[in-house]
Nanobody, 124 residues
Framework: EVHVVESGGGLVQPGGSLRLSCVAS????????IAWFRQAPGKEREGLSL????????YHADSVKGRFTISRDNAKNTVYLQMNSLKPEDTAVYYC?????????????????WGQGTQVTVSS
């Protein structure tokens, strides 16, 4: 049975940091391109960061570039999202998603597995 579980969310003050983890079971992550998304209330799901499986090429959206870093540890079947200099507008539920292969997914529907999300709240 496949599971994708995000963790590491919580309440943090503006300017603070969090590290999110995405742990997979039931499949081997190193065959998958992994991405992080977020969704704030009333807004569409937003793609933030992506890491490919073969060459570990990374991508970060302009909204988080320079503040967020995606990385992976295939031995632990885990992908991380290090989030620094957090802002109130980063408040959202953060999701991890897996896409088989190294092609660039063009839509949410191209992701094979999704986690349930972890809440990140940035507030003083």
């Amino acid at each position: 049975e496949v599971h994708v579980v995000e963790s590491g969310g919580g309440l943090v003050q503006p300017g603070g940091s969090l590290r999110l983890s995405c742990v997979a079971s039931g499949f081997t992550m190193d065959a998958y391109t992994i991405a992080w998304f977020r969704q704030a209330p009333g807004k569409e799901r937003e793609g933030l960061s992506l890491i490919k499986n073969l060459d570990e090429t990374t991508y970060h959206a302009d909204s988080v570039k320079g503040r967020f870093t995606i990385s992976r540890d295939n031995a632990k079947n885990t992908v991380y999202l290090q989030m620094n200099s957090l802002k109130p507008e980063d408040t959202a539920v953060y999701y991890c998603a897996a896409h088989y292969g190294s092609t660039w997914p063009r839509s949410l529907n191209e992701y094979d597995y999704w986690g349930q999300g972890t809440q990140v709240t940035v507030s003083s």
